[in-house]
Structure formats: C-alpha cells, structure tokens
C-alpha cells in the first residue's frame, strides 16, 4: 500500500542527493549544457525554489512508501506546490528511485497523491514532464493526464 508523508528536514539532503544529478541530466540532455554546468543550474534552481528546504512556505515535499507484508519502504519522492485559489497542485518533481521502478508504484503513488489532493478540495493536478522522458510520459497518461501545451527551446 502506497502512502505519503511529508518530508522530514533531516530527509532533505537525501533528497537533493536524488534530485540534483537527476535534473542534471535532464537539463544537459535537453538543453545542451555539460553535465557539471547543468549541476551547477540545477543546485541554484532548487536553492531558489526551495530556499528553506522542506520548510519552504507554498511547497510540500513528500516521501513516498510502499506498506508490504515485509515492512515498509522508501520508494521515491514528489514536490508540489498547490494553489488553493485555483483548486491545482503544480508538481514539481515525482520520481520512483530506480531500484523500486518497473512495479508499478508510480501509478499507484500518483493515484493515492491524486485521492489525498481531492480530499483537500484541489480540482486539477498539473506538472510539466520532459520531451525525452518517455517512462514518466507514459505513467502520466497511465494515470490520466493530458497534454495541454508544449514548452520549446533554442540555443542562441
């Protein structure tokens, strides 16, 4: 069984030890720069958008478990940002680690996020997933998203 819990201060760096080489690769892959520049832009993104860590006012960083008849484990991350005038949750970051992926815990992880949202009156989740990531493409409109726009880039 899926649950999530709010992240813990001292679960953080684990979490950046996550994110930052992630979205790294992301940046690097889509955007044409070095992997250690693409480390450097992802450490001052998060830094600016997270400024207090899990702390930061307008975010909610969760830990996300899987409840098995063998305990109960750490399975991955998301960071959402919601907007109670607008009904929506903005998702930042989602991600299954990579030793718990291929079980279908992403599905299940975004449909108890989707419950828990709906019980607190949101309407809409939104995210923004990139071009390259067909994995998380595919468990997006597994889960029920749609496409509503296109973002683009060019190197000058």
Not at 50 to 62: C, D, K, N, S, V
């Amino acid at each position: 069984m899926i649950s999530l819990r709010k992240m813990l201060e001292p679960e953080y760096q684990a979490y950046l030890d996550y994110f930052i080489p992630d979205y790294a690769a992301e940046i690097a892959a889509n955007y044409g720069l070095t992997l250690v520049d693409a480390a450097a832009q992802a450490q001052r993104e998060i830094a600016h958008s997270l400024p207090h860590g899990p702390q930061t006012a307008g975010h909610i960083l969760f830990c996300i478990f899987d409840r098995t008849a063998k305990g109960e484990d750490h399975v991955g991350y998301l960071w959402c940002k919601p907007d109670t005038e607008a009904q929506s949750v903005f998702i930042y970051d989602f991600g299954i680690l990579p030793a718990f992926q291929g079980r279908g815990l992403g599905k299940a992880a975004l449909a108890r996020f989707e419950d828990d949202m709906a019980a607190l009156g949101f309407k809409q989740i939104k995210l923004r997933v990139a071009g390259d990531n067909a994995r998380a493409k595919h468990v997006y409109e597994r889960g029920g998203f749609r496409v509503t726009g296109i973002n683009m880039a060019k190197s000058i």
